[in-house]
């Protein structure tokens, strides 16, 4: 196959993507397998992808790499924290011309296989090019993402493989103060979309000395339905609980509980924060721990590579996780 071929197919399934309704069939069954995924977070990340799986975008983004004439087997071994969250490297594998062996999450056992299946239903010849299999010991290279211990096997397990591998990161929003309450509602999407479980989320505040909550609790109320989900209510009244029983100080609106905290990622149904005194020690602490943080979010005065409140989960294709570049990488091999 050509990459033109390729992402042609591509371009047909963000076309399926954009028509997928919420009481369909395939959205049902994963969210019966992972109760994580309801309805209304499976749209929102088909509606992403949607967007950016169009020839144009696609031609435009692959114009900068080159296409393989030596194809190689490279696994990539995928998360299940949201959805479609391993879409991407999938992507990248197919359109720089590699084979992708796949080894889904067994927290995405119905996504990810429609995908690879509705692709080859595309195009029969993509069947050559990507396969799901619980087996890489025939990989020539790999991506995997997971938690920091699982990288630590992967880096053992293949430690002769070119690869790249994805640890636990976070992310932040930094704030003075001055927001509007349209730009906190909309720093509410970046905490609550997918109940918080990306790495993409905001798990972590950095707020001036004197910084009041009372607008930012205002602003989140929206996202209250959050604590009628099962799994979400039982994380924050877990974290409630250890938190009164040790008297811990902690700031409590009924669906999200806001701790001081110098550490970087916090609890499901928890919000850290760090209080600095100066914008320079806020900065300072984004830069002491750049590599553990995702992405920051915040206004640009800051003068960061920060994205605008709202924006953390409105992925692009030249978004790549951790900041490295997966086409680069394919490139290479």
């Known amino acids: 196959m050509t990459q033109n071929e390729i992402i042609k197919a591509l371009h047909q399934l963000g076309t399926l993507f954009e028509s997928c309704k919420p009481e369909d069939d395939l959205i049902n069954k994963a969210h019966i397998h992972n109760k994580w995924f309801t309805p209304e977070m499976q749209m929102a990340a088909f509606k992403n992808w949607a967007i950016q799986l169009t020839e144009a975008k696609l031609l435009e983004w692959a114009s900068a790499y080159s296409f393989s004439d030596t194809p ?10 949201i959805p479609l969250v391993g879409l991407h490297d999938m992507i990248c594998v197919l359109v720089s011309g590699h084979y992708a062996l796949i080894k889904p999450s067994s927290d995405d056992s119905i996504l990810t296989p429609w995908i690879i299946e509705t692709l080859c239903g595309i195009d029969k010849r993509l ?11 025939t990989i020539e290279a790999l991506i995997a993402t997971g938690s920091n211990n699982s990288a630590r096997h992967f880096n053992y397990y293949f ?6 591998l994805r640890k636990n990161r976070n992310s932040v929003a930094i704030l003075t103060g001055n927001e509007s309450l349209n730009q906190l509602q909309d720093l ?8 918080g479980l990306g790495c993409r989320n905001i798990s972590k505040l950095l707020v001036p000395e004197s910084y009041n909550f ?13 604590i009628h989900h ?20 902690h700031l409590d609106n009924g669906f999200l509980i806001l701790k001081e905290d110098d550490k970087l990622a916090s609890p499901l149904g928890c919000l850290f924060y760090e209080r600095f005194s100066t914008t320079d020690g806020a900065i300072e602490y984004l830069q002491n721990n750049k590599e553990d943080i995702q ?3 915040g206004d640009e005065i800051f003068g960061l590579d920060c994205l605008a409140f709202g924006q953390s989960q409105n992925t692009a294709l030249n978004d790549y996780a951790d900041k490295v570049n997966t086409m680069k990488f394919l490139n290479e091999l």
Request: net charge positive.
């Open 188 to 195: 509410g999407s970046d905490i609550f979309m997918y109940f």
């Open 214 to 226: 009372d607008l930012f609790f205002e602003a989140i109320e929206p996202y209250n339905h959050c």
């Open 127 to 137: 069947g050559e090019r990507i396969k799901q299999t619980e087996k890489l010991n």
């Open 295 to 297: 992405i920051s979010v």
């Open 230 to 249: 099962h799994k979400y209510y039982n994380n924050y009244t877990y974290h409630k609980a250890i938190f009164l029983m040790n008297l811990t100080p």
């Open 72 to 81: 190689k087997s490279v696994g990539i071994i995928m998360a299940g924290n």
């Open 159 to 164: 430690k002769d493989k070119p690869k790249i």
